[in-house]
């Protein structure tokens, strides 16, 4: 580990360069490929490290720093040094129905109240890196279907903009899991590669929540920063069920 350290340091290694092989950098240190395996992995964890099947080990980005639990939009919560990383929005997905009974519970509205469902890919300097999922009730913004697709515009700017849903707070719930085949495509993930897969509630000033949302992030691009609120707990109630909407069969799409 403190040869592969020294190498990227002395060695003026960039994001993205490829480290020595296992049997190069096994023969530099006189030890064997296990020994070698055991220092990638542990340096993999550590976000140092990048490792392709097949291709070779390169060197990891810097670990963006993201505080989940600060209100407000994505770029908000991201930080890494003092420039903000460039960050884009692919809407993926815009559609209705009714929610699931976790959904309904979480926002508090009938099991049969149409809810919005938006999907968007979040970009970050050139690399996928957050599956975004929101749901949030159709009484609540009626026209956010059409205001979603009209561009690339900070969500809750626009709730809050044209439907007064501030966000004064939210509640969350963090869990280190196996990428999911959807995941893994959208991210460019490998089949043994983790998410940090956070489910929250997002709250307006007068308590009422209106946005069930759900973010995914690889593992090796992100270190979080949590803190928040200890007097509400919805999701705990909430969380383990599956999210998701059914389809609107009400004729009144209105």
Not at 23 to 34: D, N, P, T
Not at 140 to 169: K, Q, T, W
Request: charged share 25%; aromatic share 6%; with cysteine.
């Amino acid at each position: 580990m403190d040869l592969i350290e020294r190498l990227i340091a002395d060695g003026g290694l960039q994001p993205g360069d490829r480290l020595p092989t296992n049997k190069e950098l096994a023969e530099q240190c006189r030890v064997s490929l296990i020994s070698v395996r055991r220092a990638l992995d542990e340096l993999e964890r550590a976000g140092r490290v990048r490792r392709h099947q097949g291709v070779g080990t390169f060197v990891a980005a810097e670990r963006i720093l993201t505080s989940p639990a600060l209100a407000g939009g994505l770029l908000a919560t991201l930080t890494r040094g003092q420039t903000p990383p460039e960050v884009t929005t692919q809407v993926l997905e815009v559609s209705d129905g009714i929610p699931t009974e976790d959904i309904a519970t979480a926002l508090a509205i009938r099991s049969n109240a149409r809810v919005w469902c938006i999907r968007r890919l979040r970009v970050i300097e050139q690399r996928p890196m957050i599956s975004e999922t929101s749901y949030i009730p159709v009484s609540l913004a009626p026209g956010l279907d059409s205001d979603v697709r009209s561009g690339d515009v900070s969500l809750y700017r626009l709730l809050a903009d044209r439907y007064g849903l501030i966000d004064a707070y939210e509640e969350q719930h963090l869990e280190i899991v196996k990428a999911s085949m959807q995941e893994r495509r959208l991210l460019n993930l490998a089949a043994r590669d983790q998410v940090a897969r956070i489910r929250g509630v997002s709250f307006s000033v007068d308590g009422q929540p209106f946005d069930c949302f759900q973010q995914v992030y690889p593992t090796d691009g992100f270190a979080f920063y949590l803190s928040g609120r200890t007097d509400r707990q919805v999701l705990p109630v909430t969380h383990p069920g599956p999210w998701g909407l059914r389809p609107n069969r009400s004729p009144d799409k209105n």
